[in-house]
Nanobody
């Protein structure tokens, strides 16, 4: 069964950090570019970061540059976004997607409290 499972979300104070995980099963994560998206209440889903399938090239949205990173852990068949200096505007459900595949995870909630 093909699955993407996000984890690592939670409640954090302003300025705090979280490391999320997107673990794949049923396919090799390395074969796909992986994107992270977020959806806040009342807002459209937006792309946060991406990492390419082979060369590890990354993209970060302007709103998270300097605060978020994204990397791969091929041994765990996972992609690991690291979020630092979190702000209330980062509060959202975060989803990972194997780009071009239609595979989405179920999402993990990140809440930043002030």
């Amino acid at each position: 069964e093909v699955q993407l499972v996000e984890s690592g979300g939670g409640l954090v104070q302003v300025g705090g950090s979280l490391r999320l995980s997107c673990a794949a099963s049923g396919f090799s994560c390395e074969d796909y570019g992986i994107g992270w998206f977020r959806e806040a209440p009342g807002k459209e889903r937006e792309v946060v970061s991406c990492i390419s399938s082979r060369d590890g090239h990354t993209y970060l949205a302007n709103s998270v540059k300097g605060r978020f990173t994204i990397s791969r852990d091929n041994a765990k068949n996972a992609v690991l976004p690291q979020m630092t200096s979190l702000q209330p505007d980062d509060t959202a459900v975060y989803y990972c997607n194997a780009l071009g595949s239609g595979y989405w995870g179920q999402g993990t909630q990140v809440t930043v409290s002030s």
